[in-house]
């Protein structure tokens, strides 16, 4: 357990090193710098280039990198090119947002798609079980906006239940603002997670244990409970982890449509506006969450099936 | 009885729903609609215009290449790579071999593929080849994973032991029996690496970083004219139903694929 | 009278798995159901719980515990009552009857408050099953015990129930002579506590040695019933050796092995082995000594060893870097043969491929060859037909041995190759075991049942914790054994006959961990 | 003028949120650094300039009450209104001075009115008294006044030096602000001309799909530069009401005059000639604008109202290009999706050039170096311009040393002309001399202005007093004038 901990700890300090090299010469392959990017025919060809310079954008790549790297080791994540800011300040305040989305989307996800996936898993190939795949298939594959422009449409502009935007708004004040967003979501992440847990549950249902178990008496009810659910939870919490990708894509555009002040938004501006330090910074955080992450699902599963492989 | 014709049913509608975008994508550029382009977001023609004026209807007759196109060719592609690399280092019998395939792509793992794409996109403007292979790029390391996992279990069966006693080739063994063992979680992950992928070449258009917002494609179109959602629906609609179809039918023949792989007996009873 | 079966009929379409079955089960008594594999044992047992396999339909009257599981129109609501507390079943493979997720403790109390709420039964059934009862114990996981610990797991999960038949499929497979000795003590014990056994094996010195009514089944039908004199008698194997010592065929020098890389934690040390051509070498041991090692590393699928293997004086490599003739002169017939086959494709194909791999036979040839090898070892051409999940666990392993004989090897290495065969069975592979040898093919043999390795071996080797602790000619090893492992060995043989052995210590050794 | 329901009385109070495309981090408070449109917007709403735009893009004094310059357009001396910073502060001109100082700084590269104000001579500029300033040119130039109205002219306090910290004269006093999100600011009591009618102003940031939402559903009472899709699809209900500055910007097709085919007059005549503009306003505008007519600056000062529309003709623009030798090659357009219609743009009229044999291959290029790319790549791409004074353009884009020229316009005789009729003090022959230039640009020019898209903002019903005009004029973008009915 604890070199498997040092192991862990080693190729994540390793995959960091590796990723923040790697998004820094992504983003140096992209056309234009930051200071390219101030051209909006306002600043002069040559009050450009006297930006770029105060920028320090005119330093060879490796010297510019490894500036940013020393700050980073030292905890400094610089500052943004394009605002002047400290980019932990940005991180921060985009961060919030969608943290609180994305939990928010996995508070109703998790339980929801755990309960669907038990249900199709125990009714393979019936009516109900084709019926919640169809749907939830269905509903992945319309492309979230499309589902997004919908809600809006009917429950904002039609019904005025909800609010179409978070613009002016407060999480605090109005929690309401969570609903469509989360709407939007549900549907991928559901169906996919749903899937896992169905295919999980039909494997453990097969399971000599579990046919066992029923023999020496266990009723379905706590055999589903007790003796399927952990085992057809772990491709689940798998999935989950690797959902997080998934999810981020979605965030984007959920965040673009209701105007949510949030990481993703402020990932892809940061790319467009060649803000290296921004969109090191935030990859930073997402990798580290990313790692998190996957470490926190290992672990889970582990809880859960003691057997399962820890690295290979 | 019963359970097998609803099995063939389920396999018909499959075949009807992944047949219909697929025929209309592939044979739809040759079918010779030629209508005047008209104003934007109106009802002329079956299906109405489009943002541009352009003929719903003839747009989705043309769009459908690119749009399942991609999407598929990612999917293939992804698999074509990191198939055969989780092949190779499940079936290598040199530690450093796979964890030197491996390791790397664990470092990729946590590369938000958003900013693959997005550079990929902004690099190479429009190209639907580079939007492609980044979508593919992305995929490659989970689909590595995915066929690595799954080709170990197959790999290190004694019947793979068994196969060389009787000296199999290696096609034999290593395409025949384990690319086999594979399929059955592949199957299961094709669709909704498919669904994901039609999603993701979606949001890039979306995010106006694919193809050249008045391209014919239909992804494109759901996304530039879900503005005139409200004046012309089967702009947005029409395409968008004709991708559903396809994931959804997709889906739906894995499922059944699945079905027929996994049927495992039940030892307790032998 | 806890259980009464009269007329028991399955039927899986227009197949007849059991037909008009019929036997009890009494309080303190071991019934047993024995019959050659395929023979309907399974099937008629899971009834008493009410479960069918797919698409089987019960017919006849099964009462258990005063409750009608299955009368006339199939299995009854009143099934899921006594699953558990009348009625407990012990599955043929119990390592993976265990739910990996769970801590035993667990699990047993589950069962205890679900059977038995407000009683403490758990220490009981753990006492019985023989194992300790302490918390450290309860806390581990089933992957953190060995095979037979496992097995006794299942045992107590059972127990735990408290039922009042115990249902018990195939207990001895792959136990070594004493493990199997301290599994008969424990069932009497738990006979003469008033529980009713029902007993399935192949195995007739365990059904010999506990029971007290016997039902003897064949092609689902009852063919003969009453008390342990209605057991065929133990064919007598003629011995078959040949004491001529040739010059060595196969051959093993300084052979140690391990399952880590750069030979960590070694499994087997030193093992020097030698086998001329038509003489047999049997290989004995407690479970998990390291036979199987062995037999893998002859047959070049173990590659983390050192030490040298001549085939015909020439070096031996592993089988990646043998030749054509290298492989086709060594096979080796698995242990677990299920794992072995391809799950899609039809047994008679995958057996008839070693002759058209590796002696270039036309695929037509070769099945028919296959097809003849298969019958003679008494597996019909309709049986080999199908896929391997369709034949039993007998009728795979004699298919197993069928495809390693095709490629005419030179040394043939036979890992438990009867554990699923009745005695019929088995006479049918020493047969033709026995005319391969006459043919000058070199035999490695495996095996639990001493006397069959006695019969059909020349030479012996005695193993434990991966060293040779003794060898010799069959007749020596076995009548006067030197080492103190092979004395036990020997006594714990002859469980069921006369003059069985009182077990005056139970062995507090258990086998080695897995 | 205000649009139909003026006559409803004005009335005070209430909160006006108002949504405006974002920047995100780009945003900025510092009013001398400006660029977006929200930008603009938040620094109109707490500072002012000295001058402003009117309607017609003719200079306008706001916090200089007047002005007059020494008779050669080289010394000119503002007199200042009696207004009154946020904080208390009277205005004097040591504040102007020091703006003006402020914008200059060669420290900081990102003054955007650095460059068009070059010719200030800060040096010779003095206080005539506290509400008279002096301001002294390198070089004569009549149109002064409008380069005060620019972007990035505000007048800020003396000795500001802390953005973050706005004290301004503005008819609001800032409260706060968040980049990318929002900026509030309350109404300012002493405001020298009439105090604002709404109490809170909320400016927010959003795209265009969510300004759409917000003000559709109630989230916001103004939303800026909407889509004339959006106006078609509002114009059905009745919450949201639209106002359309009509032909207010320019879109336009961009040839570079100095490169192959396009150094030939011919091909640039035979492409303004091509282009259906009537086609392309009514899909790529879906109707709202008007056709343009190959120069800048329609309704504004010094446009020659008197020239005939080009018209459509396929015949004598092949007749040119067969001259040209130009049928049947393929020209490469580069595009981007910088502005909206560009690339639709781009389509259509790759379709109308091919009707003449001469196939236009639409290749879309980086979005966000668009703008940079096209200065120095390619031969044909678009162009969009908002509304500026017509002599700025010209100083912005088709002068030899101009910064911004897309079409390579260099000529010697057009830039001797230019600044002969900016030293012009008398307003009737500068604007003759004007036209004159204008006429040469439209013939030879690089510029293929095809449309004039109207300038669209939706309001909410309850929105009064919005004024449509074209941005970038003292009352686009003007809240202190709007109330809430
Ligand atoms: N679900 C099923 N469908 C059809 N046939 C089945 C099914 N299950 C078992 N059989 C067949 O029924 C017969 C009896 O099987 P059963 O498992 O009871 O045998 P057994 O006596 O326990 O054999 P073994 O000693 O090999 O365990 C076998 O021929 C088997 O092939
Ligand atoms: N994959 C493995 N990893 C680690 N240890 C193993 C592995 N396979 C076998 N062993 C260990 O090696 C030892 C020898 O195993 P082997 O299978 O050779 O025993 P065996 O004598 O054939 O036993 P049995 O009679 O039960 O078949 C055992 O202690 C076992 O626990
Ligand atoms: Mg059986
Ligand atoms: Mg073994």
Known sequence: ?312 | MNRRLGGWLSVGIGVGLVGVPVVVAVFGPLVPVRVEAGLPYASAGVLGTDGLGRDVLQLLLVGGRTALGMAIGAVVIAYLIGGLIGLVAASTRHRWLDEGLIRPLDVLLPLPSLLVISVVAVGWRASALAITLAVALVNVPTVTRLVRAAALDAASSPVVEALRMQRASWINIHLGYVGRSVLGPVAADLGTRITLAVFLVASVNFLGLGLSPTAPDWAVSISRNREGLLLQPWSVLAPALLLVSFTLGFNLLADRLLHHTRRRPVEATR | MVVRVSGLGAFAGDAVLVDGVSFEVVVGEVTALVGASGSGKTTSALALLGEVGEGVRLEGRVEVGGEVVVDGNGVTGAAARVRGRVVAYMPQHPGSALNPARRIGTTLRELEGLHHRGESVVPGALRAAQLPGDRETLRRFPHQFSGGQRQRIALAQALTCRPKVLVLDEPSTGLDSITRLQLVHELRELTADGLGILLLSHDLDLVRALATRVVVLSAGRVIDSGGPDVLPEAPDLERSGTTATRHPLLQAMKLSASQRPRGRDPILHEIDLAVGPGACVGVVGRSGSGKTTLARCLAGLHERYTGRLFLDDEPLPILRKRSRTQNRRVQYVWQEVRGSFDERRPVDQQVARTAQRLRGLDPEPAHAEAVATLARLGVSAMTAARTPSRLSGGELQRAALARAVLAHPDVLICDEVTTALDDHGTALVVELLTELKDRGTALIWIGHDLGLVAAVSDHVLVIDAGRIVEQGPPATVMTEPHHELTRRLVRAASIGHPQSPPVLTLDTRSEPRR | GADGEAAAQPKNGGRLRAVYAGGGAKEVLDPHVQSLFVDIARHKATYEKLVELGPDLKPVGRLAEKWEHDGEATTWRFSLRDATFHDGGKLTSEDVLYSLARIADPAVPERVAQSSLATLDLRRSRTVDARTVELVLTAPNAEFPALLAGIGTQIVRDGFKDPTKPVGTGPFRFVSFEAGRSMIANRYDDYWDEPARIEELHILSADSEARANAVQGGQAEYANDMTATFARTASAGRTVRIVAAKASTMQAFVMKVDRPPFDNPDVRMAFKLLTDRQRLVDVVLAGRGEVGNDLFGKGYQYYPADLAQRERNVGEAKDLLRKAGLLNKEIEFLTADASAGFVESATLFAEQVAEAGVKLKVVPGSAQTYAKDLLTNGVIGNHRSGAMPIPQYVTDRLLTKSPFNVTHWRRAGFDAGFAAAQRLTDEGARSAKYGELQGTLRDEGGILAWGLPDYLVAVSATVQGVQAVPPNTLDSGRFDKVWLA
């Not at chain 1, 057809?232 to 894509?249: H, I, K, M, S, Y």
């Open chain 1, 1 to 312: 357990m604890r070199t498997y901990a040092g192991q862990r700890a080693v190729l994540a300090v390793v995959q960091l090193g590796v990723l923040s090299v790697l998004v820094f010469v992504l983003t140096a392959l992209l056309p234009g710098d930051a200071a390219d990017m101030r051209f909006t025919e306002t600043l002069t060809p040559d009050q450009v280039s006297r930006l770029r310079a105060e920028l320090g954008l005119d330093q060879p790549l490796v010297s510019r990198f490894v500036d940013w790297f020393g700050d980073v080791v030292r905890g400094d994540l610089g500052t943004s090119l394009i605002s002047g800011g400290p980019v932990v300040d940005i991180v921060k305040s985009s961060v919030g947002a969608t943290l609180v989305l994305t939990l928010a989307t996995l508070a109703v996800v998790v339980p929801l798609a755990v309960a669907l996936g038990i249900v199709m898993g125990t009714r393979e190939n019936g009516r109900l079980d084709r019926a919640i795949t169809s749907v939830t298939l269905a509903l992945s594959a319309i492309p979230d906006f499309v589902i997004a422009v919908l809600l809006v449409a009917v429950f904002s502009l039609k019904l005025g239940w909800l609010p179409a935007t978070w613009i002016g708004g407060s999480l605090l004040a109005s929690p309401v603002l969570l609903v469509l967003p989360v709407a939007v979501l549900l549907g991928r992440t559901v169906c996919l997670l749903s899937r896992q847990v169905r295919a999980g549950t039909i494997t453990a249902l097969h399971a000599e244990y579990v046919v066992q178990a029923r023999r020496l008496g266990v009723p379905r009810r706590r055999l589903l409970l007790r003796h399927v659910l952990p085992n057809a939870a772990v491709p689940g919490v798998q999935e989950l982890a690797r959902t997080g990708d998934t999810l981020l894509g979605g965030v984007l555009v959920v965040e673009a449509i209701f105007a949510i002040p949030g990481f993703a938004t402020a990932l892809v501006d940061g790319v467009e506006t060649r803000d290296v330090p921004v969109v090191q910074g935030l990859t930073l955080v997402l990798a580290v969450a990313a790692l998190l992450l996957n470490l926190a699902a290992d672990l889970l599963c582990n809880r859960l099936v003691p057997r399962t492989e820890l690295l290979r």
